[in-house]
Structure formats: C-alpha cells, structure tokens
C-alpha cells in the first residue's frame, strides 16, 4: 500500500516527476562521466602500457620511452645483464626510426620499429604472418594505405638520409608478409614493425648492437619498482621506468585534471540531491493536510517516512538508469571527439566504463536521493496533527 | 461478520453504561504568534457506547479543538482525556497512533481521500496500516462500501465521485477496522442540503449499529439527527444533555 501510495504520488503530476527524473538523469549522466574521465584515463593509460605484460621500460638515460632519437648501444651486453636478474622473465628490444618508401620519385615516410620477432610487443597481428624472417615487414592499415600496398608486395624501403651525400644510409626490399594493430601509436599514422636485425643493418654501423627502449616483463611475485632500481644500478647509462612509476607520473600530471572531474562530480551529485529535495519538498508541502490525516487515521509516522523516502528513491532510482545510459552514450560521444586527437594511440581511451565505478556513482546519486527525501519526509511526518488539520482547515 | 460489529441499539431509556470518553477539566492552549490562545477552558463530559452526540456552537469557541483531544491527535494542557480507560495525554506518539488505528475512526469536512487511490483502496488503507491481509481487507473494504451504497463505485477514484461520494467513502475508510468511537468534523460541511441529509441517515444507521458517533457541526439538521447536543462557547461547555 505503502509503494502504491509513493508511486500514486508521483503520478499525480506527471510533468514535473518525469522534469525531476530527467533532471536526476542528466546529474547522474555528468556524474557518470567525470567518474569515468577520472579513473578512466587513468586507468586506460595502465591498460596501454600494460597491454602485453611489460611493467618495465629501460631507455637512453635521461629520457622518457622512444621520447627522442638517442639509443642505448650495447644493447647485446644489455639483455644479457638483464638476464642475470630472477626476477626479470622476458626482455625485447626496440628500435625505433623513420623509415622512406620510395614509390618512382616519391619518398613516402613512415615510422618503423625493429622488434624481437618472438614477441608481439608492439603490435598484435590482424591478417597474414609476423615479422619470423629478415627483410620482411609488418604494418597498420594506416601504411597500407597511404602507400598503397597490399600484402605480399615488395616496398622499396630506406633509412638514414644522409644530407651530406644525399643518399640514404639502408636501403632495402622489404616484403608485406602482415597487418597488425600497433599500439603505441595512432590509428591514422603510418607504422610498420620489420625484425631488429633489419632495422639495425638498415641504420648502419651507427645502429649496430643499438636499440631504443627495452621492454622488460618482471616475474608476478616480484617487485617491478625495485627490478626497475636494480637496472639502474647495474647499467647506469638507462633510465628505467617502471608501469607503477609511469602511473605515478601521469597521477601527478593529471592531478589538476582529476579534481575538475572530481568536482565536477561532486557538483552532479548535489545538483542531483537538489533536484531530489525540491521535488519531494514541493511534493510533501501540498499534502501536509493529507499526510496530517493520514497520521489521524492511525498511519505509523515512520511510514509516511518510507512513502515519502520511497519516491525520492523512484526519482532517484530511475533517473541513475537514464543517466546510466545518457552517460554512456555522451561518453562514447566524447571519448571519439578526444580520441581524435593527432598522435593519440587507438588503445588510448578518455573514457572507460568500469561497471564498479559506474555503480558505485550512481549508488551514490541513489543514496543521495534517500537524504534527500529523508528531511521532508521527516519533517512532515513530525508535524502536529492537530495544528496541522487546523492550518488546513483555515486554508 | 457485521459492518461495525454491531452492539444491542441502546435508545435513550438503556442501561448507563460505562463511558468510553471521559473528558475531565481540560484546557487546551496553544500560541499563536505571541499571544496564547485559550481554546479550551475546563470541559468535562462523557461519551457512553453506542451514543450519538453533536457538538454545536460558534466558529473558534473550541469544538474542533475538544474533537482533537478525543480522537487522540492531541493533548490537554491541563486535565485529563480517557479514552476506553486510557489517558491519551499519557499515550507516546507511537501508542496514540495504534490507539487511533484500532479504536477512532475520523471523518473530516473535506473527505481527504487519497487522490490516486480508487474507492476500495482507500477504505483499505487504515486496515493495510493494522496488517489486515490483502485478501480479508478487500472483502471488508467491498462490505463497508456496500454498507455505505457505494459498492459499484469501488474501482472509481475520489475526483471521479460526488462531494456525496467522497463522504461516505471517508465514512467508510473510518470504520475499517471497526472503531467504537467515529469522530466527524463538519461532515456535511462541504456537501449541499440533499447529499448532507444522507450523511445524516447513514451517521443516525451506523450508530444504531453500535457506534458511538461524535459530531461537530453548524448543521442544525445534523446537530438535530444526535440524540445530545451539546454548545460550546469561548472554549467552554455552556449547556450539556445528560447522558
């Protein structure tokens, strides 16, 4: 009787109720997505470095992963010290460098990374085969085509300008055996992976034994910070960054723009409780002479507490299921205008949906909606009956 | 089972029972702004079972105010209220409100029904409060509804009855759960001279079925149906029937 009493109650005006909910949906919608912005770019930047379960990157000292040009040499002696370490299961090497196809009296430039061939650390592949041989290569669809290029053709490719001598210092044919999806680089820029022996004969002798990052994979039980300090000990000329470490980096960089989101949050959140309070405010001061009555024919006062509560968790209720969904569909809105953005991986999202966070917000818009149907309710129900019936009657 | 669980009809020449309102020299103010306003002024008076009393007098002289205290929705400043050999004054707010569930039923001068609810929903909700089941209460809502002539009119909401209507399914919601005293509060108040004459039969029926009725009325013909009238003026009892 109780729940027909709150519905009936809110279908007695049906404009405002559904303004109400609506207005609880766009709270919960923006309440939705600043969660989602504030955990997810977080946490989508731990899935992008984490995609293929390397937690260390080692780079030339002083610098961030494939931030610069410089390389690391020795890299030979490099694996094998890592090696050395128990800790330390899996080690691949990268080198990164611009790459030309020539097409007649075009040069078609393209980013290029020489890779361990046993690991897919860069790319995962989509169609044909991985990079198993010298002179082969493997490239995003980006590179198919802006070269226009199919699998199985043989490109003409070169390294190294060298402006002196204008000539290239490597060049080679390289045969299309694969498309893959890199992961560390935009969608829309041409990238190609060819086996690291190929990329480091094609930079010359100043690429032999050279590499530009090495990836390193750290047993689960061991600690990836203190794996990471090892390295830099032992081989002082790196700089290794561990995934926690990067993560703490990005934490403090986005510092400032996780407190917007938390804000902005917070600011849906009351304006949701607000919106809630009004309603059941406005709501309860036109019945006080029903409630009164109520209270006279003998309905307990904490029932009118729970029919009144009850509709604040209605607006509440179905509002978060609406913001629930505008939410999503303005974060995915969102997240492809952001995601857009030139040099941006296509792993990258702004926006991610983790279900626990999600229930978590809107269980707090809900839990809101029950505060704020609590006072009214409380105070309504407190009334003087008598005095009440009085008030009324005069009215 | 009968609607109100019906008691012999006493008259006025029965046995004198023991009361089940006893009224002794209550006072009864309450401010307003800065000032007290006196409502009550030491009434006393006593309501036997099955009796049938009006209480008449001018606007403001304390009627609705003596109704409170006997329906138990409020206290006496001074003095003391039994109801059925209870003190309501003593009552905690959650003891009056069972009291009022099980032993008053209330009808008041603008019906007060729940809009959204239908007829029957509405005469069921004082026996939903008491836990009646779903099924017993419906069937009991259907009788009282019958008993009251409205029993094709149970899925109709109040904005979809007559003033009339409205009425008798107040009168209805109020002996759901078979009270001794029903309280009215210018029942007729909003009803036009036909509809308010049908008020009274069925106030005048239900107390020859064992109820007794108190109502506060400027209706002459309604203060007229009651077998005690009894006036008011300046928050005091001025002239009382013996009972």
Redesign the interface.
């Known amino acids: 009787?109780i729940r027909?009493?709150a519905a009936?109650?809110l279908?007695?005006h049906p404009a405002r109720t559904a303004l109400a909910i609506l207005g609880v949906a766009v709270a919960g919608a923006l309440l939705l997505d600043m969660v989602m912005l504030g955990s997810g770019m977080r946490e989508s930047f731990r899935r992008f470095l984490l995609v293929q379960n390397f937690q260390l990157r080692i780079a030339p000292k002083g610098t961030l992963p494939m931030d610069t040009e410089a390389t690391i040499d020795s890299a030979s002696a490099i694996l094998r010290t890592l090696h050395t370490n128990p800790d330390i299961v899996a080690v691949t090497p990268v080198l990164g460098a611009q790459i030309h196809v020539l097409q007649g009296a075009r040069a078609l430039t393209s980013f290029a990374v020489g890779i361990d061939q046993s690991t897919e650390a860069d790319y995962q592949l989509e169609t044909g085969a991985n990079v198993a041989l010298p002179d082969r290569i493997v490239a995003n669809a980006a590179f198919f085509k802006v070269m226009h290029v199919a699998i199985g053709d043989t490109v003409d490719a070169v390294t190294g300008f060298d402006p002196q001598l204008r000539t290239y210092v490597g060049r080679r044919k390289l045969v299309l055996v694969g498309q893959g999806r890199f992961f560390y680089t935009s969608a829309e820029q041409p990238v190609a992976a060819v086996p690291l022996a190929t990329m480091q004969a094609m930079g010359g002798p100043q690429r032999a034994d050279r590499v530009s990052l090495v990836l390193a994979r750290v047993r689960d039980s061991a600690n990836a910070d203190s794996a990471a300090a090892w390295v830099d000990r032992v081989i002082p000329r790196v700089t290794t960054i561990s995934t926690d470490a990067a993560l703490r980096q990005v934490d403090e960089r986005m510092g400032y723009f996780r407190q917007l989101a938390v804000i902005l949050a917070a600011v849906s959140l009351v304006v949701g409780f607000l919106l809630v309070t009004t309603l059941v405010t406005v709501s309860v001061n036109e019945r006080l002479?029903?409630i009164a009555?109520?209270?006279?024919?003998?309905?307990?006062?904490g029932?009118i507490v729970q029919q009144i509560v009850l509709e604040g968790v209605a607006l509440s209720l179905i509002g978060a299921a609406g913001g629930l969904a505008l939410g999503l569909v303005t974060a995915r809105y969102l997240n492809a205008i952001l995601s857009d953005f030139p040099g941006l991986p296509s792993t990258f999202h702004f926006f991610l949906f983790q279900p626990v966070a999600a229930v978590r917000s809107l269980g707090l818009l809900v839990l809101a909606g029950i505060l704020a149907g609590a006072y009214p309710a409380w105070r309504a129900a407190s009334l003087?009956?008598?005095?009440t019936?009085?008030r009324?009657?005069i009215a | 089972m009968t609607v109100t669980d019906t008691l012999p009809a006493p008259g006025p020449n029965a046995r004198k029972p023991e009361p089940i309102v006893r009224v002794r020299d209550a006072y009864r103010d309450y401010p307003m702004g800065k000032e007290t306003v006196h409502a009550l002024r030491g009434v006393s008076l006593e309501i036997a079972p099955c009796d049938n009393v009006a209480i008449v007098g001018p606007s403001g002289c304390g009627k609705s105010t003596l109704l409170n205290l006997m329906g138990v929705v409020d206290r006496p400043s001074r003095g003391q209220v039994l109801i059925e050999g209870r003190d309501a004054g003593a009552m905690r707010d959650r003891e009056a409100t069972e009291f009022r569930l099980r032993h008053i039923g209330f009808v008041f001068q603008r019906f007060y029904l729940m809009a959204m609810l239908t007829a029957r929903e509405n005469v069921e909700l004082p026996m939903a409060e008491a836990g009646v089941a779903s099924a017993e209460r419906a069937a009991r809502a259907r009788e009282l509804l019958d008993y009251v002539g409205l029993g094709a009119r149970e899925r109709h909401r109040p904005g979809e009855l007559s003033g009339g209507e409205q009425q008798r399914v107040a009168i209805a919601r109020a002996l759901a759960n078979r009270p001794a005293l029903l309280l009215a509060d210018e029942p007729t108040g909003e009803l036009d001279v036909r509809t308010g004459a049908e008020i009274i039969d069925l106030f005048r029926r239900l107390n020859r079925d064992g109820t007794a009725v108190v109502v506060v009325t400027h209706d002459a013909e309604l203060a007229a149906a009651a077998w005690r009238t009894i006036h008011m003026r300046d928050g005091q009892i001025v002239s009382q029937p013996a009972r």
């Open positions: 009787m027909a009493l009936a109650s279908r007695r002479g029903e009555v109520m209270r006279a024919i003998g309905v307990r006062r029932r003087p009956i008598a005095g019936l009085r009324e009657a």
